[in-house]
């Protein structure tokens, strides 16, 4: 079958490899442009990017779609049977959409149509969620509101974060579009009443407001792990909040209330497991605590 394979980060990553070792003709594979990053601004080539490259397939990397009359032309002359979309990053035209003989196919990593949008793993643990899954979606013009093809669940536990949820997510999406290229699954239309949305994180999510419930920062800080991250200030400096977990206590939100670490919160406390200043290294409390005196009656987020 000949595919154009569509992903930019590390979650589109296991689907790619596990079409091409399918023996699918992956003709083309799109994603975001190499940029700069990290702290040097080198220009670096997205993980799909890098695996496409090991995998000897031919990358374009357009930097829009919507107006690029010969991208789309390009696209069309393909000549495909489908197109399998993760996490791509762009917005694809009608034109695009339609040009595939059996159309475009999203790896989503919701149980469509909860959570459509920019962030579905990150929103599933912040708001509680028990479960959570991918679902293979028939695309249309809308924001992930096409028809579902295939979709498979996973638990959300008290630990579950979103580094452990994105891996496990990301297996399951290679699984799952390798049946749907292989069949027809029959398509079901998505409940509109039943429909979330998670929009696009910023660096500010991350900001701890003590006042909420301990059961909320604990979900804060398991659904911002690796981005944005969590982050309070303790005597003005930063610290970033990179575990936690929920303790026994009580008192004026953001003090600290033991020698331990732990914070009281608007109702409940967490106990700061490991943390981190800025251009330190991550450390685990105990480790911290030995080189940084924090007295409980300390206040965060001055």
Known sequence: MRIAFMGSPDFAVPALKA????EHTIVAVYCQP????????????????????????????PARLRTDLQAQSD?????????????????????????PKRGCLNIHASLLPR???AAPIQASIYAGDTETGITIMQMDAGLDTGPMLLRKSVPITPETTTAILHDALAAIGADLILQAVASTPPPVRQAEADATYAPKLSREDGRIDWSKSAVV??????????????????????LKILAAQPAEGFGQPGTV??????????????????????????????????????????VLGR
């Open 19 to 22: 079409l091409y070792g399918a």
């Open 34 to 61: 190499a940029r700069p990053a990290g702290r040097g601004q080198s220009i670096r080539r997205c993980p799909v990017n890098v695996a496409a490259d090991e995998l000897g397939l031919p990358v374009h990397s």
């Open 75 to 99: 696209f069309a002359s393909l000549d495909l049977d489908v197109a399998v979309v993760a996490a791509y990053g762009l917005i694809l035209p009608q034109s695009m959409l339609d040009a």
């Open 115 to 117: 959570w459509r949008g």
């Open 217 to 238: 920062i604990d979900r804060q800080i398991r659904a911002f792990d690796p981005w944005p991250g969590t982050f309070t200030t303790l005597a003005g400096v930063p």
């Open 257 to 298: 209330l033991a020698a331990n670490l732990t914070v009281a919160c608007g109702t409940g406390a967490v106990r700061l497991t490991k943390i981190q200043l800025p251009g330190r290294g991550a450390l685990e409390a105990d480790a911290f605590l030995r080189g940084h005196a924090v007295s409980p009656g300390t």
